[in-house]
């Protein structure tokens, strides 16, 4: 009975977990949303921001004694992979801070969502798993969701849509190269090299071109900046403290969709229609499908 009360305990603490990270997520969102609106550039925001956040970060481990556990390897070799990790993440902030500029964000976070799909789609290719017909439909009902939300006229008129597809395919690209080299470093390790190359490339153009913020923007790019980094810790800690459960904690991932409509309704008085809601509601259907059919592939993004 203990056993039973523990693992029931773990999967609760497990989807409270990913629904803070989704809600974090639609926060950062929001917050990069509206300072895409300020005169204030990527890197200053990203300089600011995560520079902030990892300050604090690095100041935790060194409280905790563990810069030493997750951050120094004994094997030079180890640290390729996550810094490369890093490196190729580079773009990925930049396309999302001009992309939130361009479309509103109760479809921009629908369109993310299709990251699991993305993460199927590479499982097969890089670690060979199969897919079988019944799966393929699975995929093709979510993307037609997502067709559903954005409107096939928004691909025509707005090109930065495919800009977050691609965002969803580098996500699920990581994740799966990641999930094969998990031993390689710590959920803290990944987390901390991932933000660093971004950090540190903003930092050399911030000394070029420096800015002076108002108090409320300050206050927002420290937020925005902790947000990030917060989401990319919760999203790796959930998985490893659920372990063989991911697959019941997996649909709440989709709670962003919800968290994006809120935001944007209060923020920026985006209101979705019901082809929209229609959308959202088959990608949510589809990916819930993907991810109860495919236990062993998500097990693997630990």
């Known amino acids: 009975m203990k056993k039973i009360l523990t693992s029931r305990k773990i999967i609760y603490l497990g989807i409270f977990v990913v629904i803070i990270q989704t809600f974090c997520g639609s926060?950062?969102?929001?917050?990069?949303?509206v300072l895409g609106s300020s005169n204030m550039i990527w890197y200053h925001y990203y300089t600011l921001g995560i520079g902030f956040a990892l300050i604090f970060f690095l100041l935790y481990l060194f409280c905790t004694r563990g810069i030493r556990k997750h951050i120094l390897f004994e094997n030079k070799k180890d640290y390729f992979l996550p810094l490369f990790r890093g490196i190729t993440f580079i773009p990925v902030p930049i396309i999302i801070y001009y992309t939130l500029q361009?479309?509103?964000?109760?479809?921009?976070?629908?369109?993310?969502?299709?990251?699991?799909?993305?993460?199927?789609?590479?499982?097969?290719?890089?670690?060979?798993?199969?897919?079988?017909?019944?799966?393929?439909?699975?995929?093709?009902?979510?993307?037609?969701?997502?067709?559903?939300?954005?409107?096939?006229?928004?691909?025509?008129?707005?090109?930065?849509?495919?800009?977050?597809?691609?965002?969803?395919?580098?996500?699920?690209?990581?994740?799966?190269?990641?999930s094969k080299f998990a031993s390689k470093a710590t959920t803290f390790g990944y987390s901390f090299y991932h933000v660093l190359p971004i950090t540190l490339f903003s930092f050399i153009i911030f000394l070029f071109d420096p800015i002076f913020?108002?108090?409320?923007?300050?206050i927002l790019v420290l937020i925005g900046g902790s947000l990030l980094l917060t989401c990319?810790?919760?999203?790796?800690?959930?998985?490893?403290?659920?372990?063989?459960?991911?697959?019941?904690?997996?649909?709440?991932?989709?709670?962003?969709?919800?968290?994006?409509?809120?935001?944007?309704?209060?923020?920026?008085?985006?209101?979705?229609?019901?082809?929209?809601?229609?959308?959202?509601?088959?990608?949510?259907?589809?990916?819930?499908?993907?991810?109860?059919?495919?236990?062993?592939?998500?097990?693997?993004?630990l």
């Open 27 to 33: 926060l950062f969102d929001s917050t990069t949303k």
């Open 102 to 178: 361009k479309i509103p964000l109760n479809i921009f976070t629908p369109i993310l969502m299709t990251t699991p799909f993305f993460t199927y789609i590479c499982s097969n290719i890089l670690q060979k798993e199969i897919i079988s017909f019944k799966y393929w439909i699975i995929l093709l009902i979510g993307f037609s969701g997502t067709i559903l939300v954005a409107k096939p006229s928004f691909f025509q008129t707005n090109p930065f849509i495919f800009l977050v597809f691609f965002v969803c395919i580098y996500n699920a690209t990581t994740f799966v190269i990641v």
């Open 213 to 218: 913020l108002s108090l409320r923007e300050i």
């Open 232 to 301: 990319i810790l919760l999203y790796t800690y959930a998985f490893h403290i659920v372990g063989k459960h991911t697959r019941i904690i997996g649909p709440f991932f989709f709670t962003q969709l919800i968290w994006a409509a809120i935001f944007g309704n209060i923020f920026f008085g985006e209101v979705l229609d019901l082809l929209s809601i229609l959308g959202i509601l088959i990608i949510v259907f589809s990916g819930t499908l993907t991810i109860f059919n495919t236990p062993s592939a998500n097990q693997k993004l």
